[in-house]
T-cell receptor, first 109, second 117 residues
Framework: GQNIDQPTEMTATEGAIVQINCTYQ??????LFWYQQHAGEAPTFLSY??LDGLEEKGRFSSFLSRSKGYSYLLLKELQMKDSASYLC??????????WGAGTKLIIKP | SAVISQKPSRDICQRGTSLTIQCQVD?????MFWYRQQPGQSLTLIAT?????????ESGFVIDKFPISRPNLTFSTLTVSNMSPEDSSIYLC??????????????FGAGSRLTVL
């Protein structure tokens, strides 16, 4: 079966750095997405990786290793507004999106 | 990216009744996707709605329970029929738009939070 694993919950301090990991086992690979979802709101797109390496976008970076079936989302200079759930999703060989359960990130002052 | 208007934003429903969720997009799109997100869980695709043809349902979802309409390229509805408390969930519509590196990025409506008593 296809599977995506993420930690259920993480806690970090305002101003710090946090890394959210995502491992996947899917039938083929056609890209990996990270979405942010604030409580009570819809998910919004954060980043996309299709080739190995690091994609940087402001305070957020996302890394992919296809050989290891592994990605991480790195958030720097954490702000209280970064408190949200972070969803990892992989597009498989049939271009179906497989979603992780999400990681709830709690930021403490 | 597309702008999606979804309604109702929330509703409390009685067991056995049906509710229709509407989704309006500000641009024409080929496919619209309906997702369910149960509390604390991941997104689950219910069906893909194409204009002019029947929706394609994922395993575990059937047309009698979740009938979908797609009358044109900017609008779709999802009905949750004969509701039970297990149908209490957030229902989201979404569309794909162009993203970085050729990705098809999903844009979501704000969601409809249904509570079935």
């Amino acid at each position: 079966g296809q599977n995506i694993d993420q930690p259920t919950e993480m806690t970090a301090t305002e101003g710090a750095i946090v890394q959210i990991n995502c491992t996947y086992q899917t039938s083929g690979f056609n890209g990996l997405f990270w979405y942010q979802q604030h409580a009570g709101e819809a998910p919004t797109f954060l980043s996309y990786n299709v080739l190995d390496g690091l994609e940087e976008k402001g305070r957020f970076s996302s890394f992919l290793s296809r050989s290891k079936g592994y990605s991480y989302l790195l958030l720097k200079e954490l702000q209280m507004k970064d408190s949200a759930s972070y969803l990892c999703a992989v597009r498989d060989q049939d271009y179906q999106l497989i979603w992780g359960a999400g990681t709830k990130l709690i930021i403490k002052p | 990216s597309a702008v999606i208007s979804q309604k109702p934003s929330r509703d409390i429903c009685q067991r056995g009744t049906s509710l229709t969720i509407q989704c309006q997009v500000d641009s024409q799109v080929t496919m619209m996707f309906w997702y369910r997100q149960q509390p604390g869980q991941s997104l689950t695709l219910i069906a893909t709605a194409n204009q002019g043809s029947e929706a394609t349902y994922e395993s575990g979802f059937v047309i009698d329970k979740f009938p979908i309409s797609r009358p044109n390229l900017t609008f779709s509805t999802l009905t949750v029929s004969n509701m039970s408390p297990e149908d209490s969930s957030i229902y989201l519509c979404s569309v794909e738009t162009g993203g970085p590196s050729g990705a098809n990025v999903l844009t979501f409506g704000a969601g409809s939070r249904l509570t079935v008593l």
